[in-house]
C-alpha cells in the first residue's frame, strides 16, 4: 500500500517550511547584521551596494595613503626647524669668529664646530620614513648627498632625482607634499653654481674662512648663511602649507566615508529590533505548528487502531 499526503498535510507542509526560512532569514540578519547579503536578497538595490562599496574601498585607501603622507610631512618639518636651528647656530659661531677678540686658534675651533654643523645638515638631509628618503625626490632608495671633504663644499650629490609624486584630496585635486634636498639645501643656476641661499656652500664656506682666519670671509659667510636660513624658512613655510592641505583632505575623506557608510547601512543594513520580533514570532509559529502535528498524527494512528 502506497501512502500519500493529503491536501491539508501539504499545506502543512509549505506553512512549516516558509515559517522555518524566515526563522533562517532572521537569524542571519541578527548575527551578520545585514538584510542583503546577497544579490538574491534585493536584486535592485545590488548596483548601487556594490558602487558604493568600490567608493568605500577607494576611501579607505585614500586615507592610509594620506596618514602616510601626514607622516613624512611631520618628519619633513621637524627636520627641517633643526635645520634652521644648525644655521642659527652657525651665524653665532661665525659671529663670535668675526670678532677681533678672536684669535686664529679660536677660529680654528670654532671651524671644527662649524664642521660638525655641516655633518648634522648633510645627516638632516638624510631624513628616512619607513626605509626612504623623504628628501631624495623620485628615487627614495638613496640619499641624495653625503659628506665628502674632498668636495669644495664638503659634501657630494648622490643623485638628482626630481620630485613628480603627487596626492589627490577626495575631489580629485593633486597636492604636492615633498621637496627635494637639492631645493632645500643646495640651490644651483643653470651652469652649476651654488646661489644666494645655498646651505651647504655657507656654511662649508664658514668653516674654510675660519680655518684659514679670514675675517673679511666670516663676515661674507654669514651673510650667506642669513640668505640659507631664509632658503630653509621657505621650505618650512612649503610643508606647513602641505600638512594643512592633507589635514583639509583627510577631514574632506572622513566625511566622504561617513556619508558612504550611511547610504550603506541604509540599503543593506538589517533592522535588529524588527530581525529580533521576526525571529521570535517565527519560533513560536514553528512550535505551534510542532505541536498541531504531533496531534495530528497522534489521532490518526488512534484512528488506525479502531478500525
Do not use: C, H, W
Not at 557608510?261 to 521576526?278: M, S, V
Not at 521570535?280 to 478500525?307: G, H, V
Request: glycine share 6%.
Amino acid at each position: 500500500m502506497i501512502s500519500t499526503i493529503n491536501g491539508v498535510q501539504q499545506l502543512y507542509l509549505a506553512n512549516l517550511d516558509r515559517t522555518q526560512n524566515q526563522m533562517q532569514t532572521a537569524e542571519s540578519q541578527l548575527s551578520s547584521g545585514l538584510q542583503v547579503q546577497q544579490p538574491s536578497d534585493a536584486p535592485g538595490a545590488i548596483t548601487e551596494i556594490l558602487q558604493i562599496d568600490s567608493e568605500v574601498a577607494q576611501n579607505k585607501q585614500l586615507q592610509t595613503n594620506l596618514n602616510s603622507v601626514t607622516t613624512e610631512l611631520d618628519s619633513a618639518d621637524t627636520a627641517l626647524q633643526s635645520a634652521v636651528q644648525n644655521l642659527d647656530n652657525a651665524i653665532s659661531l661665525g659671529t663670535e669668529g668675526a670678532s677681533s677678540t678672536s684669535s686664529a686658534t679660536d677660529r680654528a675651533n670654532l671651524a671644527t664646530e662649524v664642521t660638525g654643523i655641516l655633518k648634522s645638515l648633510v645627516g638632516l638631509s638624510q631624513t628616512t620614513v619607513n626605509g626612504q628618503y623623504i628628501f631624495s625626490g623620485d628615487n627614495g632608495g638613496q640619499p641624495q648627498y653625503q659628506l665628502d671633504a674632498t668636495q669644495s663644499d664638503g659634501v657630494a650629490q648622490l643623485s638628482t632625482s626630481a620630485n613628480t609624486r603627487m596626492i589627490e584630496d577626495g575631489n580629485g585635486t593633486p597636492i604636492s607634499a615633498a621637496m627635494t634636498a637639492q631645493q632645500i639645501f643646495d640651490a644651483r643656476d643653470s651652469s652649476g653654481n651654488p646661489t644666494s641661499g645655498n646651505v651647504f656652500a655657507a656654511v662649508s664656506a664658514l668653516a674654510t674662512a675660519l680655518q684659514n682666519n679670514d675675517t673679511a670671509g666670516i663676515t661674507q659667510a654669514i651673510g650667506s648663511l642669513q640668505s640659507a636660513s631664509g632658503t630653509v624658512n621657505s621650505a618650512l613655510q612649503f610643508y606647513g602649507n602641505a600638512e594643512n592641505q592633507i589635514s583639509d583632505a583627510a577631514a574632506l575623506a572622513q566625511k566622504f566615508q561617513t556619508d558612504e557608510q550611511t547610504q550603506l547601512g541604509q540599503l543593506q543594513d538589517a533592522d535588529i529590533p524588527a530581525a529580533a520580533l521576526q525571529l521570535t514570532q517565527t519560533q513560536t509559529d514553528e512550535q505551534a505548528a510542532l505541536s498541531s502535528e504531533a496531534k495530528i498524527e497522534q489521532m490518526q494512528n488512534l484512528f488506525s487502531y479502531l478500525a
